[in-house]
């Protein structure tokens, strides 16, 4: 058994990275053993039970502060009090992946994988957005000398976090965001069960997950079903999230005059279920590595409309198309073309995917060996 600290946990059930990282980390064969970083505090107690059943540990920081220099004083002891050879470093921005792995060779370990799982910064402030964006760039180049190994959920993630020419560089691998499927596997008798609950029996349902936030672009997903209410007026759309600029989109629903056709959930522990219930998932977002709701959507065999900033190697079965955020017309057009879809796909088709969480697991776990 070999241990292995991980970042990117802190927020598992409330983000899509930590919930990533939590399900690579219980799906192992057991050669691997994930240890925890969670500087920000534990998930919930399900979370933390199944964690720990694994034989995992969980570090915190307690009331400590957690500015960058105490996360660095904090992840060097741990490393060097546990002898830890091996990191994975799950993370968006170069500028955080530099600073876990200075602490980890401060405390002596040797093996130092680096695992990109965006594309740009995500900031409702401009200004910050690209403050933070100049510090990513700084930092890039020590991120990339000091990586194993460039892993990433896709190629344009692989390119924001260790530049162009680590495409082609044999170091590079790409690591499927995988999913449970049985638990995603479409289910009649749940999608009856939720519509009925949420008075939708009788909708085409459109569909999002996600927070509210500059990166989701809930803005053009306003604009984008109030023009596809002039082609279905039977259609609704479910909201699953909540974020900083919730008041915002609120307004905006307000101004189309269009309340009634929208039902914002807030953040939920259903969300296999209530995929069920969906007609598709719009996603116009702004930016992704690539998005895990996406591919839970897919085993639940949910048709899917998806930004064209979203990287293609999201798409693994039929039903899912792209469109330019840029036109609101390409939009409607889409999401109209897929309403004669029929569900569910074949469930061998589903597990034999790479996006399965067994097989991604796997893959991962034999590159975390070497």
């Given at each position: 058994?070999?241990?292995?600290?991980?970042?990117?946990?802190?927020?598992?059930?409330?983000?899509?990275?930590?919930?990533?990282?939590?399900?690579?980390?219980?799906s192992f064969s057991g050669e691997v053993v994930y240890d925890y970083l969670m500087q920000r505090g534990l998930p919930?107690?399900?979370?933390?039970?199944?964690?720990?059943?694994?034989?995992?540990?969980?570090?915190?920081?307690?009331?400590?502060?957690?500015?960058?220099?105490?996360?660095?004083?904090?992840?060097?002891?741990?490393?060097?009090?546990?002898?830890?050879?091996?990191?994975?470093?799950n993370t968006d921005s170069a500028y955080v992946a530099a600073a876990y792995i200075y602490a980890s060779k401060w405390?002596?370990?040797?093996?130092?994988?680096?695992?990109?799982?965006?594309?740009?910064?995500?900031?409702?402030?401009?200004?910050?957005?690209?403050?933070?964006?100049?510090?990513?760039?700084?930092?890039?180049?020590?991120?990339?000398?000091?990586?194993?190994?460039?892993?990433?959920?896709?190629?344009?993630?692989?390119e924001w976090m260790f530049g162009k020419k680590a495409l082609n560089s044999r170091k590079?691998?790409?690591?499927?965001?995988?999913?449970?499927?049985e638990k995603y596997l479409f289910k009649e008798a749940v999608r009856e069960k939720k519509r009925k609950e949420l008075g939708i029996s009788n909708k085409y349902v459109l569909g999002n997950i996600g927070r509210f936030s500059y990166?989701?672009?809930?803005?053009?997903?306003?604009?984008?079903?109030?023009?596809?209410l002039q082609v279905n007026s039977k259609a609704v759309l479910l909201l699953i999230g909540e974020g900083e600029l919730e008041f915002q989109i609120k307004n905006r629903i307000k101004q189309y005059k269009i309340e009634s056709k929208v039902i914002i959930l807030g953040r939920r522990n259903d969300v296999n279920e209530l995929l069920n219930a969906m007609d598709i998932l719009?996603?116009?977002?702004?930016?992704?590595?690539?998005?895990?709701?996406?591919?839970?959507?897919?085993?639940?065999?949910?048709?899917?409309?998806?930004?064209?900033?979203?990287?293609?190697?999201a798409k693994f079965t039929p039903n899912v198309s792209f469109a330019s955020v840029q036109s609101v017309k390409d939009w409607v057009s889409k999401i109209e073309k897929h309403r004669r879809d029929r569900r569910p796909y074949p469930s061998k088709m589903l597990y034999d995917s790479l996006f399965n969480v067994i097989n991604s697991a796997n893959k991962l776990e034999k590159v975390l060996l070497k």
């Open positions: 058994m070999k241990r292995v600290l991980v970042t990117g946990g802190s927020q598992i059930g409330k983000a899509g990275v930590a919930s990533i990282v939590y399900k690579w980390g219980t919930d107690q399900i979370y933390v039970d199944n964690i720990r059943n694994k034989g995992s540990r969980i570090f915190t920081m307690d009331n400590r502060s957690h500015s960058m220099l105490s996360i660095i004083f904090w992840v060097k002891n741990i490393v060097k009090k546990y002898g830890y050879e091996t990191i994975h470093i405390g002596g370990t040797k093996n130092i994988y680096v695992h990109s799982h965006c594309t740009r910064i995500d900031d409702n402030s401009t200004f910050v957005r690209n403050l933070k964006t100049i510090f990513h760039y700084i930092c890039r180049p020590y991120v990339i000398r000091n990586s194993k190994r460039y892993l990433a959920c896709s190629k344009t993630a692989c590079y691998l790409f690591i499927e965001n995988g999913v449970e499927v990166q989701k672009n809930h803005e053009a997903l306003i604009d984008i079903f109030f023009k596809y719009v996603m116009p977002s702004r930016f992704e590595g690539l998005p895990v709701t996406a591919v839970e959507a897919q085993m639940t065999s949910l048709s899917c409309v998806l930004s064209d900033d979203i990287t293609e190697e």
